[in-house]
């Protein structure tokens, strides 16, 4: 079972990404804040659940949670100052639009870095421990597969609708044959003799 959060002396939110290994598409970012007796079995690691278990913690989240918001960063955002920062912008932007404003983040991963006056802990593996960071991961993976199926309907032949932008052989194959679109990141490496990067 998930601790709600990392401490209790503040007001917490917890954030998270989903994205950053794509070929294509923005990387989304998310920041939640639950209340303090808030508690859902179901709620794990986004990329550990179903994804028919993701969208109904989805709406579960967004129903319950004190405060949350999401973020896209656009690929060509991603293409000017690398994955990384993009990653932090989104979730210092996601942060930015909290009411009422947390008082301490608690943040998935090992690196951060933003312009926010606010405490902040870095904490790895942080979706699969505390309940606001792993909700987080799921309103970013969530929002994020809705935003590929939308463009997949645009550019059906990369497959996004299974692969979500993500460096499968059968996108990698796609991108040869048919080149890039407007939403692929120009920074990363296409080829198809890449080691295909998990999910």
Known sequence: MLENQYQYDLPEAGCDEAGRGCLAGPV?????MLPPDFHDPLLN??????????????????????AWAVEAVSAARIDEI???NASFEGMSLAVARLDPAPAFLAIDG?????????????????DGKYADIAAASVLAKTHRDEYMLCIAEEFPQYGWAKNKGY????????????????HHRLTFNHEIDQLELPF
Request: hydrophobic letters at 40%; proline letters at 5%.
């Open 28 to 32: 989304f970012a998310a920041a939640v």
């Open 45 to 66: 690691d986004s990329k550990q659940m179903t994804e028919r278990n993701r969208e109904k913690l989805r709406a579960v989240i967004e129903r319950e949670a004190v």
């Open 82 to 84: 690398n994955i990384l």
């Open 110 to 126: 090992n690196r951060f870095r933003t312009r926010l006056e606010i405490p902040w802990r870095c904490i790895v593996k942080g």
């Open 167 to 182: 460096p499968t052989r059968e996108h990698r194959l796609a991108i040869r044959e048919h080149g890039l679109t407007p």
